[in-house]
């Protein structure tokens, strides 16, 4: 089945570093992609999304560019603050079921990034 | 903007009673989704909804956990008896063509 495999965290940075987070995805189709982030106590906020191959999804400061050669979804980041402390989960959902959108989740990256 | 309502935030229960999780989608979402999301991992779906349909219940584990959507508009998810292994965030999510999440409505069973 579609699965999604994050870098292993916690991640800890300083402020104004640049921001990696790896993503790769298996998936029979096409999927969508997607990057949530989740702040403490908090639910999930979308983040940023690409649809199809070589798009590239941006917010707030982040980006993330669709790579279907390479089955990646990576989000940077050139200059993280303090206020980007947070988990982030890279997910993907299968086009292909009409009316539909399940999300296929990754384990979650734990970001800190200190001042 | 509209957001995702759900209730409470917060519950704690004892091992073998039940509880339940109501959810409240943004207004016109005729899918509406619940997932469960355990302490350092990411969510998983555990029911979805087409109105008052269910399309997707393959991991609800239907000796304990039900769902309902009467109307098609709000949603109630039900354990009983809850388990210690039930202690998580549960996520209610609805979706027209991007998927909005609520904040969640965490549950510890004690």
């Known amino acids: 089945g579609d699965s999604v495999t994050q870098m292993e965290g916690p991640v800890t940075l300083s402020e104004e570093a640049f921001l990696t987070i790896n993503c790769t995805y298996t998936a029979t189709g096409y999927p969508s992609l997607f990057w949530y982030v989740q702040y403490p106590g908090e639910g999930l906020q979308l983040l940023l999304k690409?649809?199809?191959?070589?798009d590239k999804g941006s917010n707030k400061g982040f980006e993330a560019t669709y790579r279907k050669e390479t089955t990646s979804f990576h989000l940077e980041k050139g200059s993280v603050q303090v206020s980007d402390s947070a988990v982030y989960f890279c997910?993907?959902?299968?086009?292909?079921?009409?009316?539909?959108?399940?999300?296929?989740f990754g384990q979650g990256t734990r970001l800190t990034i200190n001042p | 903007e509209a957001e995702v309502a759900q209730s409470p935030r917060y519950k704690i229960t004892e091992k073998s009673q039940a509880v339940a999780f109501w959810c409240d989608p943004i207004?016109?979402?005729?899918?509406l989704y619940w997932y469960r999301q355990i302490l350092g991992q990411g969510p998983e779906l555990l029911v979805q909804f087409q109105d008052e349909s269910v399309v997707d219940d393959s991991q609800l584990p239907k000796d304990r956990f039900s769902a309902e959507r009467l109307k098609g508009v709000d949603s109630t998810l039900k354990i009983q008896p809850a388990e210690l292994g039930d202690s998580a965030m549960y996520l209610c999510?609805?979706?027209?063509?991007?998927?909005?999440f609520g904040e969640g409505s965490w549950l510890t069973v004690v």
């Open positions: 999510a609805s979706s027209g063509n991007t998927i909005y």
């Open positions: 997910a993907l959902s299968d086009p292909r079921i009409q009316g539909a959108q399940k999300l296929v």
């Open positions: 207004s016109g979402h005729a899918t």
């Open positions: 690409a649809t199809k191959a070589d």
